[in-house]
């Protein structure tokens, strides 16, 4: 079993920045494919930033490229996710998912077996 815990949300005005940050515990094998997902309120789970770390493979959804970047720092065993410029349209519960294995549609929620609690952010105009 892989336990993931989210930190790092909370309140931001428009045009804020905040980091994310996902420890990962339990039976972890070398390579994974670890993802962040947000879902907001009446809206489908959206696939934000996933991240292989057999080689590092980066994938962005459309409406986040150029604002968030998704990090692994291995040997503390957390995911980050860095984000900047935020708007309205970023309130949601981000969640941090993994499986294990490269991820054959890394961007996809059904692809991924692990879950985490979520984390709310929430951006004011």
């Known amino acids: 079993q892989v336990q993931l815990v989210e930190s790092g949300g909370g309140s931001v005005q428009a045009g804020g920045s905040l980091r994310l940050s996902c420890v990962v515990s339990?039976?972890?094998?070398?390579?994974?494919?670890m993802a962040w997902f947000r879902q907001a309120a009446g809206k489908e789970r959206e696939g934000v930033a996933s991240?292989?770390?057999?080689?590092?493979?980066?994938h962005y959804g459309d409406s986040v490229k150029g604002r968030f970047t998704i990090s692994l720092d291995s040997a503390k065993k957390t995911l980050y996710l860095q984000m900047n410029s935020l708007g309205p349209e970023d309130t949601a519960m981000y969640y941090c998912?993994?499986?294990?294995?490269?991820?054959?549609?890394?961007?996809?929620?059904?692809?991924?077996?692990?879950w985490g609690q979520g984390t709310q952010v929430t951006v004011s105009s």
């Open positions: 998912a993994a499986i294990r294995g490269l991820a054959p549609s890394p961007l996809e929620h059904k692809a991924y077996y692990f």
């Open positions: 339990g039976d972890t094998s070398p390579y994974y494919s």
């Open positions: 991240i292989y770390t057999g080689g590092h493979v980066i």
